[in-house]
């Protein structure tokens, strides 16, 4: 397993716990690594940048794919909300390296009458290194012949998050 793999597994989980408490709300982010930085990317704005639309499913691995080779990432993780048939909350984090390693996890989150959150279990309660929770982290790293309006339509795309891109340099 990669290096990079490793920290996502071993300090993401961590990072975002934090960042949605500090929040008070799970919003989806998607981060990736190269060899010297990780990338957070919350997809919120994307909203605003995509006729009022998220990103999710095909776009999402498509962008994904298209980063990957941008920026040479080795690893990606991507985490987001789900609610079970029983109303049990919880955020579902899927690593994945270039490598084809997987990690996915669950963490219970607790919210209040006002549904913002006030506690996300630090245990997870359910992981895997085979299965992910959400399907389109299988896509992430494949190689993707884009056609040359797809190509046009993730650079413009690009573009216009790249001001919310936040980078953080990786600890040696």
Known sequence: MNKVF???KKDFSNTYRDIVL???AVNK???FCDNKNQYLLFTGMFSEVNGGKGIYGELEAYFVNFLADKYKATAFARA???VLEDQTSFIGLDIKSIDNDIWSQQNIFHTDNESKVTDVEKKYTN???KNVICPAVN???EKIP???DTQKFLNELYE???PSLQVIQLKN
């Open 127 to 129: 992981s895997s290194d």
């Open 160 to 162: 216009q998050v790249k």
């Open 139 to 141: 896509a992430y790293f």
């Open 29 to 31: 982010v998607i981060t």
């Open 6 to 8: 490793e920290f996502l």
């Open 22 to 24: 500090e929040h008070k």
């Open 80 to 82: 987001s909300a789900y």
């Open 146 to 148: 884009f056609p040359e």
